[in-house]
């Protein structure tokens, strides 16, 4: 099977050996995105619902570059530093995926790169 890394200014650079995302048997599958700004590589300003915003636009990036949209997002997995900020995460979130959002999980980690809040992967169809 033919794979293809895909890679993006629209969103910040990978930060170690992985790719922003990989096209793979139909499927792109997105490397997790972090609150970073691509155009200063800083951690955004501003609480959880500024970090949900700036990670879903960078995901939405990715997915861009990967001939892909937000639509076509089949799986997401959310990763909070901590779980009360759920409903603030979720309103965003619905912002994007407004209609059929895709299957989904959601999990507290004790810490994310860079002091993110919020980490968001995601598995999207392509055709």
């Given at each position: 099977m033919k794979r293809e890394a895909v890679r993006t200014a629209g969103a910040p650079a990978a930060i170690g050996p992985y790719s922003q995302a990989v096209r793979a048997g139909g499927f792109l599958f997105c490397s997790g995105q972090i609150p970073l700004d691509p155009s200063?590589?800083?951690?955004?300003?501003?609480?959880?619902?500024?970090?949900?915003?700036?990670?879903?636009?960078?995901?939405?990036?990715?997915?861009?570059?990967?001939?892909?949209?937000?639509?076509?997002?089949?799986?997401?997995?959310?990763?909070?530093?901590?779980?009360?900020?759920?409903?603030?995460?979720?309103?965003?979130?619905?912002?994007?995926?407004?209609?059929?959002?895709?299957?989904?999980a959601t999990v507290q980690v004790v810490k994310l790169p860079a002091g993110a809040r919020v980490e968001i992967d995601a598995v999207a169809t392509l055709g």
């Open positions: 200063t590589g800083k951690l955004v300003d501003g609480g959880i619902e500024a970090q949900a915003e700036r990670v879903l636009s960078n995901l939405e990036a990715v997915l861009t570059a990967g001939g892909a949209t937000l639509r076509s997002v089949v799986k997401t997995t959310v990763y909070l530093v901590d779980l009360g900020d759920f409903p603030a995460m979720n309103a965003v979130y619905g912002k994007f995926f407004p209609e059929d959002p895709p299957a989904r």
